[in-house]
């Protein structure tokens, strides 16, 4: 059975894709929002070749006009260094990233046939991102039923309860090869190693016992 | 105070502009999603013209190859005449457009300080497309509030529980011109007069007593 699972080409979604792909006919679905860390569609595109998944990029670039302010995808915004558990961080927010995607893989859901939709939302994330909460997976499932009026389509939100470096030993198991994986929000040649991804990142390798192969600036 | 609505070009979104202009400071969104009649949005742009209020277009079209399947989107599905009530009519059913639609339009409400999101779904909807429903509504509305931590925004659908005959009326006393609005789904020179919409247009008027300008070709 079919699944449209988000991946934007990060470490979470990369793996939620690795976990999924041997129950699933996986169909991947990555969103050019004009972020700038735009490089993060390429390890997207590894992970479906080395899944031999279908992989599909909206273009919601229009977009990035209308949604400007988040540090992410307004030049104009620097992206803040330091941890996610800091107000500044609130920069990185999208607004209403999750709801988008996940609508737009819903209809790609229903016009396929598939029966489930897959994000990678993940607890660290709860922080500062109300819509990677349990209770927005909940809400959004609910409304999902009553637009399409059936319950054909399940959604599927494997690591909200999670934290990232349970993220990273479940990748170390799965065998993903973290080196084609990106988290930086600047999108630069190498990780920064200061933003709030970043950080994340090192620290869940550091706190699950598994070798970083990540390069990093800092 | 800022709202974002909906407005394809249509009769019903049109007039809910016309309606709500002189409340609102009116921010018009319109979608390219790969629709046969994308004359429409000329249609939408001379509403936002008429009204004075900013007009973005989204660029959705990467998604027409998607949402296939739809007599709207796909060249393969003809645009099936007759009335709404026909089981052939659920051919004109995009999945899950106005969720798409409208999580976007609260990412830009969201993004830009309004603080409404309006569309035009009306009772004759209802029959075939669930997410016209006053339940997909409710539900889409406490998911956003959900989604974004807030109950800043809120959701208008002024024609929800009306039918279009009394939407022509309504459009009537705010002297929308009506030629500058456009149902067929065909995308013609002319309104065909034979589809679903052209089919409700034609009976809308003809039920409301008002004289109806609009050019058919049968």
């Known amino acids: 059975m079919k699944t449209i699972a988000i991946v934007s080409g990060g470490l979470d979604s990369v793996t939620m894709a690795y976990k999924l792909s041997g129950h699933w006919d996986l169909h991947l679905l990555s969103f050019d929002y004009g972020q700038k860390h735009i490089k993060e569609l390429k390890y997207a595109a590894m992970c479906a070749r080395a899944l031999d998944a279908q992989h599909s990029i909206i273009d919601l670039s229009s977009l990035g006009e209308l949604l400007k302010g988040s540090a992410l995808t307004d030049d104009s915004v620097i992206v803040p260094d330091g941890h996610y558990a800091e107000p500044s961080m609130k920069a990185t927010i999208v607004p209403n990233r999750n709801a988008i995607m996940l609508s737009i893989a819903y209809g790609v859901a229903e016009a396929q046939g598939a029966h489930g939709v897959a994000f990678a939302a993940h607890g660290g994330d709860h922080f500062i991102y109300p ?88």
Chains 1, 2 share one sequence.
């Open 131 to 218: 819509d990677c909460r349990i209770d927005f997976a909940a809400s959004f499932a609910a409304m999902q039923e009553v637009a399409l009026d059936h319950l054909n389509i399940t959604l599927m939100a494997p690591f909200i309860t999670v934290d990232k470096t349970e993220i990273v030993k479940i990748a170390d198991d799965f065998g993903v090869p973290f080196v084609d994986t990106w988290s930086c929000y600047k999108g630069g040649e190498y990780h920064c190693g200061l933003c709030g991804t970043c950080n994340e990142r090192k620290e869940a390798f550091l706190l699950a016992g598994v070798a970083d192969p990540t390069v990093y600036t800092s």
